[in-house]
């Protein structure tokens, strides 16, 4: 989906090493997720805010850490990236709890 | 967990026959949602039932729920092969914290 867009699509790093992946959205949306997809394993939400001001924690989120500048951004870091980090990695945007989620294309990371 | 499970993991059919696709989940929910993912690319959102609903239709997409097995199916009927994807189910649990909760995915692929 055009209105939700995620750089970088792909990168490769080193263990050890600060990475930041952002997200971007034209929506108007005000809640906002971080979801990581594994083979095999469905997607699992990392961090999900609902304003400016909200940050939760979700299922997974040892390791990450997040940062919501403005209602239009939302950028996920691995403080220190592990191989086991390696992943798809999706930002999705939505209206309300009622209302489907719209995803970006994803950022594929790996760590190595 | 309280991830959903779907039921096939895979599923091979030919063009123009009917693909059909289970869920399960464990506890209550507000509703329940189905969602494509073409190869390596973000989720797209298809239908969304809620917990009072019992059937839904979509152009081709049908989708029951029956809250009391706790478990939802979603028929593409004469399916074409730019259907084949993964299709996810997702729930919305009560008192989940608003949020989604992903199953781990069907594979379909429809061939010519």
């Known amino acids: 989906d055009a209105d939700v867009t995620q750089t970088p699509r792909n990168r490769i790093t080193k263990t050890g090493k600060r990475i930041m992946l952002e997200c971007s959205q034209t929506?108007?949306?005000?809640?906002m997720y971080w979801y990581r997809q594994d083979p095999g394993l469905g997607l699992r939400l990392i961090y999900y805010?609902?304003?400016?001001?909200?940050?939760n924690k979700g299922e997974i989120s040892d390791g990450y850490s997040v940062s919501r500048q403005a209602q239009a951004k939302f950028s996920l870091s691995l403080e220190s990236a592990i191989p086991n980090q390696t992943a798809l990695y999706f930002c999705?945007?939505?209206?309300?709890?009622?209302?489907?989620?719209?995803f970006g294309p994803g950022t594929r990371l790996t760590v190595l | 967990s309280q991830q959903g499970e779907e039921d096939p993991q895979a599923l091979s059919i030919q063009e123009g026959e009917n693909a059909t696709m289970n869920c399960s989940y464990k506890?209550?929910?507000?509703?329940l949602q189905w969602y494509r993912q073409n190869s390596g690319r973000g989720l797209v959102h298809l239908i969304l039932?809620?917990?009072?609903?019992r059937e839904k239709h979509s152009g081709r997409l049908r989708v029951t729920l029956d809250t009391s097995k706790k478990s939802s199916s979603l028929l593409i009927t004469a399916s074409r092969a730019a259907d084949t994807a993964s299709y996810f189910c997702?729930?919305?649990?009560?008192?989940?914290?608003?949020?989604?909760?992903f199953g781990t995915g069907t594979q379909l692929k429809v061939e010519l």
């Open positions: 999705a945007t939505s209206e309300d709890r009622f209302i489907e989620q719209f």
């Open positions: 929506k108007g949306h005000d809640r």
């Open positions: 805010s609902f304003d400016v001001k909200d940050i």
């Open positions: 506890t209550s929910i507000n509703n």
């Open positions: 039932i809620r917990s009072n609903e």
């Open positions: 997702a729930t919305d649990f009560t008192g989940g914290g608003n949020k989604l909760t």
